[in-house]
């Protein structure tokens, strides 16, 4: 192994920031570490309980038997499912030590292991007994994708302290060097129609040392945007097959394709110095959050394809918003936030962890929202929790999907989190997300750094920071200050008060000695945000946000549970916070009678009454039953 920290990212070159990991970073409580509990405690079970009830770990014994032909459950991809819990585990014990969850995964990768094909090839779909055989479907068959998720649990492995002769990796291994002689340059010119071998190779490579793997996932990178896969009905665009990677102007069709892609990309190009092929990534995602991005940092919004649309089509109530999308758009952000150091991509992180991520699960972590839709119409009925359910059906969460990709990738990023905190450069530690815990690392010279963060951000902007451990000589201390902060100021307990931050970031450089109380203030007032007036889906309207949450009306929190298509606002009037919630001075509408058409020669004329909106935190709407939920909401005319 060339690296031991513990962290999903870990360049083997100088980058403008070093990441941390979890054996640096430790979330103590909070919003993130009761999640981090739930994960452990209910959620990794759950998936755990799912994967086998539904057939799709069950998979690999009937493999084993002879029978997986007739008896093989779930999609092409549900062996990456297996996978990703596999890797949710693997953070999970090597941030708790949990031995009874390290024998569960003992036996899952004893099962998985004994199906391995002597040559390194693996899957339950193809190329066993009565099935199709390998590789003679790279538009929809994901077997590199599936291969990738195995390698990204391995390299958590890895990343957490286990050693070559691992089961694990030994399997992830051989799959790896199976893929590498099969598709290296003398071999079959073809690329998944789902990316994610790319990262999983490349971290790969930054675990062991071996240049295979790099120039395996380069060559990957390399093939993209020849047209190597099928003009399906939604064009090659779909499978990002269209335009190479770095000709590309803007992140396109399926949303989690596009953005494993460029997360791949930007590993590739750090790792091998080039610089334009970041850049081009840089470019394209900066446009792809300047115009195809939801308030939410959700992305995608169709619904037939899981895609992208056109710059400024972002329909709240047709948001497609899939929970993988904001995953992996935390890892775009994360690549690029390491690669060029520029701190307003810790802003996207915070934007999306918040808004996207944490919205999937419920709070009993045993349910979970494929899409991420900004406007519920109808109220539903509760979803039974004892059945699988289609993708993106319903009006709640669901126990299961059909295509549960998003439950496991939710899993095992919460478990990885704590290497989202921090960064360190020679000069110094970067705080990046605000979470109560702590945060040790090493400088230049055998320096020590460790600080104490006590916080109940989101909720309330006061952080502090309490030096345990530094060096007796200069260092430097940098605190991100959100790019929304209308106002933040710094308290370096030197006697002078409080000083004023901006964003970026601010930063002090000095002795701070154990001891040393540093107080950060970031206001969270409520405050309107408004629409592009491009975005015409929803021009006329203004959204609310607290901090770094974005808030949505929901009908059981109104007066009579009133349905949130009456509702109209003020924004002339101050927003408020009563009771920890924030209120917004506005109307419900009474709703003329259909004539027959949605149609008429006149504007309609509405009768209002003055009614105060309750609006609630977006990632807590659904868990109180069946409601109609939205996000942008409709100002009163004259206003």
Known sequence: MTQTTAAPVLPTVPTALTPLGIDSVTITD???????????????????????????????????????AKERQGREFADSDVYKLLEAMAWEIGRTGD???????????????????????????????????RYTDFEWGHELYNVGHLVQAAVARLRTGFGMEDPLVRVALRAADHVCRTFGADGLQRVCGHPEIEVALVELYRATGEERYLEQARLFIERRGHGTLADIEFGRSYFQDDVPVRD??????????????AAAAVDVGVEEGDTDLVDAVEQQYARTLARRTY????????????????????????????????????????????????????????????????????????GFFYTNTLHRREAGTPLPQDRIHPRASGSGRAAWFEVSCCPTNVSRTFAQLASYVATRTEDGLQLLQFVPGTVSTELPGGRSVTIRVSTEYPHDGRVRIEVLDA??????????????????????????????????????????????????????????TYPDPRVDAVR????????????????????????????????????????????VTGWTVEMPENAGSAYSAAPAKLERHGQDVRLTPYHRWGNRGPSTMRIWLPIAQGD
């Open 248 to 261: 590309a102007e803007v992140l396109r069709g399926h949303a989690v394709r596009a953005l494993y892609l």
């Open 30 to 68: 909070g919003f993130w570490g009761q999640r981090q509990a739930l994960n452990g405690d209910t959620m990794i079970p759950h998936c755990l309980h799912w994967e086998t009830q539904a057939g799709w770990l069950n998979n690999f014994d009937a493999l084993l038997a002879g029978r997986v």
């Open 295 to 366: 308030i939410t940092g959700g992305m995608g919004s169709h619904h037939q394809d899981e895609a992208f649309g056109e710059d400024y089509e972002l329909p709240p109530d047709r948001a497609y918003c899939e929970t993988c999308a904001g995953i992996a758009s935390v890892m775009v952000a994360w690549r690029l936030l390491l690669a060029k150091g520029d701190l307003g991509y810790a802003d996207v992180i915070e934007r999306s962890l918040y808004n996207v991520v944490a919205t999937s699960p419920a709070e009993d972590g045993k």
């Open 99 to 133: 031995e009874s969850l390290q024998a569960t995964l003992d036996d899952v990768v004893a099962r998985i292991a004994a199906c391995q094909q002597p040559d390194g090839y693996l899957n339950t779909r193809f190329d066993n007994p009565g099935q199709d055989e």
């Open 540 to 583: 006329g309207c203004v959204a609310v946000e607290r901090g770094p949450l974005v808030m949505c009306a929901e009908s059981v929190d109104q007066p009579g549970g009133a349905d949130v298509a009456t509702l109209q606002v003020d924004t002339t009037a101050p927003l408020r916070v009563e009771d920890g919630t924030v209120v």
């Open 471 to 528: 060096p007796a000589d200069a260092w430097e201390l940098t605190v991100r200050v959100p790019g929304w902060a209308s106002e933040a100021t710094v308290d370096l307990g030197d006697g002078e008060g409080p000083r004023p931050a901006q964003a970026p970031a601010f930063v002090h450089r000095g002795v701070m000695a154990a001891g040393t109380v540093i107080e950060v203030v970031i206001a969270m007032e409520s405050r309107w």
